[in-house]
Structures are given as structure tokens and as C-alpha cells.
């Protein structure tokens, strides 16, 4: 039976992020229903409109009864969240105060989301670095068992989530700016290679 070695190698590689999704809600509070929601369908062709080429697209849309701060009802309240993709950060960072002065107080951004827009080549890095993980892993098995490796019988991948590395968000006044930091994309590699029995040395002597 032919004797063989499984490892599992881990590789990272960083990328900056260059692309933005941002999250924001239109809302609108009024005495009826109807106005609530009228209200926040203004709200939201104000959003588009701001958003100009970039791509818009609902989420959610939810109403409900409002209150006072004594627990008392006054109204309605609408709202229509919306994710807008497809800028840069520069473009994004003009979207928000964008927004922030054509929405006004009708205007939530929820969230910012930075991200690589193409991170096959930094998916490529990691590949390669966790190949050769696992094979100095398999390499040093090897020796321990007295045998070299052969050849690769099974590869097999799991690309790891990225995960972000000092992305920060700054404001002043309507102008934002993105500081995007770094993502860290990692991959994982299991590969099974054939083991070869190490060649022995003999040393004879002649009587």
C-alpha cells in the first residue's frame, strides 16, 4: 500500500481597497400614513437623483407608528433603505456629501462598505504562499517518516473571507474622505503528496 502525506497550508496577501457600497435609508415622518410614505418616496428620488449614473437599488421599505418622547403617538414614520454601488472611493466620498445636502435630515447613511473591486491578483498571492507552506510541512513529515515526497495526488482550496486592516472613515463638515487602509485576503490549500522511501547510504569496509 502506497504511503502518502496530507497538509494543510495557510497564505495571506494585502490589497487596498478600492471600491465603496454605500447603505443609506430615506425616511420621512408624518401625521398620516400616507404622507409618511409620500414623503419617503420623495426622499428616495432625492437619493437617485444624487446618485447620478451610480447604481441604486431598494432593500427595504417598512412604515410604522411614531412616538413622542412620552410614549404618545404622533404619526407615522417611513422608510426606504437603499444600497448605491459601483463608485470609487473618490466617487463615493462626493456621493455622501452629495447626499448629506440634497436628502438633508430626510437622509441615513447606515454604512460604508470598502472593498477590492478585483482581488484575483492578491487571491493569487495567497494561493501561492499557502502552497508552499504546506510543502515545507509536508517536506519536514517526510524526513521524519525516512521518505522524500513524490508526486501531488490531491490538491484541494478554501479561499478565506477578507478582513479589512485600518479602513477608516473621516468627515468634515458635507465633504467625506475614505482612508481605505488594507484588506487581507487569505486562501488555504490541502494538498496530498505520494511518499518515496529516502535513499540510504551503506558504508562497507574490507577486512
Given amino acids: 500500500m502506497s504511503r502518502t502525506v496530507t497538509v494543510t497550508g495557510h497564505g495571506s496577501a494585502t490589497a487596498v481597497p478600492d471600491t465603496a457600497v454605500v447603505r443609506v435609508a430615506a425616511v420621512h415622518r408624518a401625521a398620516g400614513m400616507a404622507e409618511a410614505l409620500s414623503g419617503a418616496e420623495s426622499a428616495r428620488a432625492a437619493v437617485v437623483a444624487a446618485a447620478g449614473d451610480l447604481v441604486v437599488s431598494s432593500t427595504d421599505l417598512s412604515i410604522w407608528p411614531a412616538y413622542d418622547n412620552e410614549g404618545r403617538k404622533d404619526g407615522f414614520e417611513a422608510r426606504h433603505a437603499l444600497t ?31 472593498s477590492v473591486g478585483d482581488p484575483s491578483a492578491a487571491l493569487t498571492e495567497a ?41 477608516e472613515l473621516a468627515a468634515m463638515k458635507a465633504d467625506v474622505g475614505f482612508t481605505p487602509g488594507q484588506t487581507q485576503l487569505t486562501s488555504t490549500v490541502t494538498v496530498t503528496w505520494a511518499l518515496t522511501q529516502a535513499a540510504r547510504t551503506w558504508n562497507s569496509s574490507s577486512s
Wanted: aromatic share 2%; no cysteine.
Fill in 127 to 167: 494561493r501561492a504562499a499557502a502552497f508552499a507552506e504546506a510543502r515545507v510541512r509536508a517536506e519536514h513529515l517526510a524526513g521524519l517518516a525516512d521518505a522524500t515526497l513524490g508526486e501531488v495526488q490531491d490538491v484541494a482550496e478554501g479561499a478565506g473571507a477578507p478582513v479589512a486592516r485600518g479602513t
Fill in 84 to 114: 448605491i454601488t459601483g463608485g470609487d472611493l473618490e466617487i463615493a466620498g462626493a456621493l455622501v456629501g452629495r447626499l448629506a445636502d440634497e436628502v438633508g435630515d430626510r437622509l441615513q447613511v447606515e454604512s460604508v462598505s470598502l
